[in-house]
């Protein structure tokens, strides 16, 4: 009896243990239950698919998450937690099959969302998404039981959502333009600018046109776009000047002389000299000359390389024959020989760097020990910093080009136009510089040691940027590839 009176206690202490462990662990298998099923049906649209069982269903849900968060010694009522994932259940059962019934008018509506559809054509969107909860009401409570019905719904709904998908690339694509447009309409350029205005109204147009015959493959409108702005802020300048002349602020003399001054310095940057009796049409024809044969100074310099590598070809053989009559190697000798391979690879590279791109694609220059490849295809859309299927295609090439120079750091520089802030600018290209750095880095399988990016913003024009042609030229990728000091004195890397 002794033993019975100290093993009772004991025994029945460890089962209730066990039954308060048990009833602990089936509570908690239940609110993971609760959650999981609250997170699927979130991710099967199912506050959207199924708009009449849904509210019922997030209404439980948090009413059971109340319950969940009871003080502690309190009794929980796991009734509620029951009803909830039933009503739960219900609402993505539904939302599952509303999602079989319209899967093209989801594709469409993300379609437009991943445009910024819901931002940049608000209007649009808020008309797709009224439609989208009308054709998902009655699909819901079984209105549309006919495939014909069903059918014309959702191609009303797909049509309000393409045209919000189109709507919100044209925006974006023309926000800059249509800045400038509005600027210029304020000014009343359309009445004191009427050619100019008019011609970037055609441009604007034209980009508008060009947007809805392919909204995928926008490289046309983009660049009607910007041709568009740059006429719509000339028209700004040239309303300016037309207030001053009225206001007799600005004589005819004195608009002359400004834009003499302007092609004088344009004249002495090139080298050329100015003689006024001839005028400025001799002048101008000279500098379009002068532009023009900088293409074939171009050529001959790339025939001045091919010379070169022949003619240091040919310097070695008369070293090791001068060797082999002296009847030995010099150290001197040893080390100018070295000099002269390692140019020879030099330039071997660099010749086959520049087959790797056509001149559409890249330009490749030699800048002291580095080598500046400068991806002129490289094109962002206006004021993104994302990679479009064209950039990708360059940058596998791109990949090749780096392994010509495997032992080598590189810089991914960044630039852009000088439209628009210079922080703005600043901050883009940056961001672009850090896109193709990380597409290196994830995508090439360059090791994130080799690489930096750095973006200079408008601050390094290679041209004018008083023209769209100037501004796509600034606007720019270069990879600065600097062979290492290990590679530099390696007898088989680039110095």
């Known amino acids: 009896m002794q033993n019975s009176k100290v093993f009772y206690p004991a025994h029945l202490f460890v089962l209730l243990t066990c039954f308060f462990s048990a009833n602990a662990a089936a509570q908690s298998i239940l609110e993971k239950n609760l959650q999981n099923t609250y997170e699927i049906a979130l991710s099967n649209h199912a506050n959207i698919l199924a708009p009449s069982a849904w509210p019922n269903a997030a209404k439980k849900y948090q009413r059971a998450m109340n319950a969940i968060a009871v003080a502690p010694g309190e009794e929980r009522n796991d009734k509620l937690i029951t009803d909830a994932l039933a009503q739960l259940t219900l609402a993505n059962n539904k939302s599952l099959r509303a999602k079989s019934l319209i899967a093209g008018v989801l594709k469409k509506r993300d379609a437009a969302l991943r445009a910024n559809a819901n931002t940049m054509a608000s209007k649009d969107w808020q008309r797709g998404e009224k439609l989208l909860k009308s054709l998902t009401s009655d699909?819901?409570?079984?209105?549309?039981?006919?495939?014909?019905?069903?059918?014309?719904?959702?191609?009303?709904?797909?049509?309000?959502?393409?045209?919000?998908?189109?709507?919100?690339?044209?925006?974006?694509?023309?926000?800059?333009?249509?800045?400038?447009?509005?600027?210029?309409?304020?000014?009343?350029?359309?009445?004191?600018?009427?050619?100019?205005?008019?011609?970037?109204?055609?441009?604007?147009?034209?980009?508008?046109l060009s947007m809805q015959q392919h909204r995928y493959d926008n490289a046309e409108a983009i660049g009607l776009a910007d041709q568009a702005e740059s006429e719509f802020k000339h028209a700004t300048q040239l309303t300016l000047m037309v207030q001053q002349i009225r206001n007799k602020q600005l004589s005819t003399e004195d608009l002359l002389l400004i834009w003499e001054d302007r092609l004088l310095k344009i004249n002495a940057a090139a080298g050329l000299d100015y003689d006024a009796l001839n005028g400025w049409d001799t002048t101008a024809e000279s500098i379009v000359d002068h532009i023009n044969n900088s293409d074939t100074r171009i050529i001959g310099l790339q025939s001045l390389l091919t010379e070169s590598r022949a003619y240091i070809g040919s310097l070695e053989d008369e070293l090791r024959l001068a060797d082999q009559q002296l009847g030995g190697t010099l150290a001197q000798r040893d080390e100018l020989i070295v000099q002269q391979e390692q140019q020879a690879r030099s330039l071997e590279r660099l010749i086959q760097l520049e087959k790797l791109f056509e001149p559409t694609e890249a330009s490749v220059i030699r800048e002291g020990r580095s080598i500046v490849l400068r991806l002129t295809g490289l094109q962002f859309a206006s004021g993104s910093s994302a990679l479009?299927?064209?950039?990708?295609?360059?940058?596998?090439?791109?990949?090749?080009?780096?392994?010509?120079?495997?032992?080598?750091?590189?810089?991914?520089?960044?630039?852009?136009?000088?439209?628009?802030?210079?922080?703005?600018?600043?901050?883009?290209?940056?961001?672009?510089?850090?896109?193709?750095?990380?597409?290196?880095?994830?995508?090439?399988?360059?090791?994130?040691?080799?690489?930096?990016?750095?973006?200079?913003?408008?601050?390094?024009?290679?041209?004018?940027?008083?023209?769209?042609?100037?501004?796509?030229?600034?606007?720019?990728?270069?990879?600065?590839?600097?062979?290492?000091?290990?590679?530099?004195?390696?007898?088989?890397?680039?110095?």
Do not use: C
């Open 139 to 208: 699909l819901e409570r079984g209105r549309l039981t006919e495939p014909s019905k069903l059918q014309s719904r959702s191609s009303i709904v797909i049509a309000t959502f393409d045209i919000a998908e189109l709507d919100a690339l044209t925006n974006q694509l023309l926000i800059r333009a249509r800045g400038a447009e509005a600027l210029a309409s304020f000014g009343n350029a359309e009445k004191l600018a009427p050619k100019t205005f008019g011609r970037a109204e055609k441009s604007l147009q034209a980009a508008i």
């Open 388 to 495: 479009n299927d064209a950039s990708i295609q360059l940058l596998k090439k791109v990949d090749q080009a780096v392994i010509v120079y495997p032992d080598s750091v590189i810089m991914v520089e960044g630039h852009t136009d000088a439209s628009g802030p210079r922080d703005l600018n600043a901050r883009l290209s940056e961001d672009r510089a850090n896109t193709v750095m990380r597409y290196m880095i994830s995508d090439m399988r360059i090791e994130p040691r080799r690489l930096n990016a750095i973006g200079y913003g408008s601050n390094r024009p290679i041209t004018l940027n008083n023209s769209a042609a100037g501004r796509a030229e600034n606007r720019r990728i270069d990879l600065v590839i600097t062979p290492t000091p290990e590679a530099s004195r390696s007898p088989d890397r680039i110095n």
